[in-house]
């Protein structure tokens, strides 16, 4: 089994552990691929939607799994009980959806020893959540896949008093500063391009004040940061 860039990257990040929970698995590609590698002894993978269960019992059945993952049907945390999983992985969705996925089984989340959260779009807003809600990110890098870039934070349910708590780190992401993350020049700039179209609208669209100084405060800080990396 292959993983893409995108999913070799979360696996890379996944602690041993003793059951995994695969949130969102659709072919259950990495709760398989965990286990064959001795990452985790078992995993449940999860999905709201039949079709994406169907595909995941499929790689289930191809290496001779059954017996290691549990296929569950269910939105987000519930098809889990409290303190069933060590590690979750959140994957392949929305910030917004993942943050309410999280709200909604917060008990859960806040049991587990390590979260796994790789957010598609509307990134920015996970990190406020996580720091509005007790949550720590202990580490986070980026992959590349084609012409993409995608992020993975690994989370820890509890609270950090040294993050900096910025509207830059928030979409940039501390941790990947920090560490110097090999993708960050890029990720930078498709940041900054796309922080300088949302400027550009509400300038044309004569946003009121406060809007618009946010926004320019926030592709300030970002162009000075790009300068002193």
């Known amino acids: 089994m292959v993983l893409s860039d995108r999913l070799a990257l979360i696996y890379s990040m996944i602690p041993p552990c003793d059951i995994l929970c ?10 398989a691929y965990a286990i064959l590698n001795k990452r985790c002894k ?18 289930v059945e191809r290496y001779f799994l059954q017996d290691k993952i549990e ?10 009980s409290r303190d069933e999983a060590d590690v979750l992985v959140i994957a392949g969705m929305g910030g ?3 943050t309410e996925l ?7 989340a806040k049991q587990a020893q390590r979260i796994l959260l790789q957010p598609m779009y509307t990134h920015e807003v ?9 949550f720590s990110v202990a580490d986070e890098s980026l992959a590349r896949e084609g012409d993409k870039l995608y992020q993975v934070l690994s989370v ?3 609270p950090d008093d040294k993050a900096i708590k910025t509207d830059l780190y928030a979409v940039v992401g501390e941790k990947l500063v920090l560490k110097g993350d090999p993708l960050l020049k890029d990720w930078l700039e498709r940041l900054i391009q796309r922080q300088t179209k949302i400027v550009t609208g509400i300038r044309s ?20 940061l790009n300068r002193q990396i």
């Open 102 to 108: 999280l709200l909604k089984g917060m008990d859960k």
């Open 126 to 134: 996970v990190r406020p959540f996580l720091w509005e809600n007790g």
């Open 96 to 98: 917004v959806l993942m």
């Open 205 to 224: 669209a004569r946003q009121p004040g406060p809007i618009l100084e946010k926004e320019e405060s926030l592709l300030k800080d970002m162009l000075e």
């Open 42 to 59: 078992r995993a449940i993978a999860c999905d709201v939607g039949k079709g994406p269960l169907n595909r995941a019992k499929q790689t």
């Open 156 to 158: 820890i349910p509890k």
């Open 22 to 31: 695969d949130i969102g698995t659709d072919h259950a590609l990495l709760p």
């Open 71 to 80: 296929l569950r049907l269910g939105n987000g945390l519930e098809p889990i």
